[in-house]
């Protein structure tokens, strides 16, 4: 049973007591390259709240790799180290832990604002500024070189957004709950750049006729006649993305993905081939009715590590960890170590309890 918790560098630097709370588990997944974040740390003896205001590379921006890209990791200046990543890893591997690199691809507010030729935009033209578009050359050579430079002495790497965000972001101030229908968040989480274009282009569709047509479904939340061949688009450019990624490591990867193949976000639907290639996949397992997630992604015959959270309310989550393990589940992946509070960090304890005993 792999067992990992999910940290970020400074929840593990100056907390002499976080290695403690690592306790049953094998592995920590360790934020090497992160979105913005505005994260709590409850359980840090010297803060409560760090402002993570960009995305951000945990190890050093070396130049010599970065020169003369448009698309390239800041600092954190939020840190007082280049790399805090390689400093919380040598503090978690002293205690005899594996340290992977949680590695976030395509999910980057600020390069999507910079650049928004490169950022996903729907049919009506909106863009999504936290959302690049892996059907970009230029956004998957990015994705590969940070992936590289961030799993630099990695035990493992974790990817998350390896593929393409949609719609739905929880940003500051959200106000787009419930507005559109499922089937209209599918057709507004169809990239509509000019490469995706081409795409849609080369399988034979007139991209005209392909907005106008989204349009109407959004509106009306109805079908549209040629769904397989845009999510057969997506797919393509999800692939390259994995490929690219993938052909600069030289470590185990573990792939956050979703078995349903229409989903965006940090995990991605899998693709036909999405999981050959890759040591094990982590689906997202919350709520507790997510049981049927785990078994659409066992049939891929991958390993498969549930990932869970304390952080929310949930009902007898000792029960759900049985729950996962029973639907196939060969890991669990818990979220969060570092923002979870002192009466949640039990939880993960019962929970790891609960899925060795079975």
């Known amino acids: 049973m792999r067992l990992t918790g999910h940290a970020y560098p400074w929840d593990v630097l100056g907390d002499k007591g976080f290695v403690e709370r690592t306790a049953g588990l094998s592995t920590v997944a360790l934020a090497a390259a992160y979105h913005s974040v505005r994260a709590a740390t409850p359980m840090h003896p010297s803060h409560q709240l760090v ?5 951000a590379l945990y190890r050093p921006v070396r130049e010599s790799v970065w020169r003369g890209r448009r698309l390239r990791p800041l600092t954190p200046d939020w840190m007082s180290t280049s790399d805090s990543w390689g400093s919380a890893a040598t503090v978690l591997r002293s205690a005899g832990l594996r340290v992977s690199a949680w590695v976030v691809l395509t999910h980057n507010s600020r390069l999507g604002t910079s650049f928004p030729d490169v950022a996903v935009v729907n049919c009506f033209g909106d863009r999504y500024p936290y959302a690049l578009c892996p059907s970009r050359a ?6 590969a070189t940070l ?3 961030a799993a630099a002495d990695a035990d493992d790497v974790s990817l998350e957004a390896c593929g393409q965000l949609g719609l739905t972001h929880q940003s500051h101030h959200e106000k787009t709950d419930n507005a ?11 990239c509509c750049c000019d490469a995706c274009q081409m ?5 034979g569709l007139d991209p005209p006729w392909v907005l106008s047509t989204l349009r109407e479904a959004v509106r009306t939340s109805g ?3 040629f769904a397989e061949v845009l999510l057969a688009v997506r797919q393509a450019a999800t692939d390259a993305l994995r490929a690219e990624v993938l052909a600069g490591l030289s470590v185990p990867v573990i792939l956050h993905a979703h078995p349903d193949p229409w989903v965006t ?3 991605p639907g899998l693709t036909p081939t999405a999981g050959v290639d890759v040591a094990a996949l982590v689906v997202p397992a919350w709520p507790t009715d997510s049981t049927p997630v785990v078994e659409a992604a066992v049939t891929t015959g991958r390993p498969v590590d549930a990932y869970v959270t304390v952080l929310q309310a949930e009902d007898d989550l000792p029960h ?3 729950s996962l393990v029973s639907a196939g589940a060969t890991g669990l992946a818990f979220y969060h170590l570092g923002l979870a509070p002192a009466w949640r960090q039990p939880l993960i304890r019962e929970m790891i309890e609960a899925s060795i005993g079975g």
């Open 51 to 55: 402002e993570a205001r960009y995305a």
């Open 138 to 143: 230029e956004v998957r050579e990015y994705a």
């Open 147 to 149: 992936a590289v430079e």
């Open 180 to 190: 559109w229908t499922p089937y209209a968040q599918r057709w507004l989480s169809v």
């Open 199 to 203: 795409g849609w282009s080369g399988r």
């Open 223 to 225: 079908e549209v006649p």
């Open 265 to 267: 976000g940090a995990s």
């Open 320 to 322: 759900h960890a049985r």
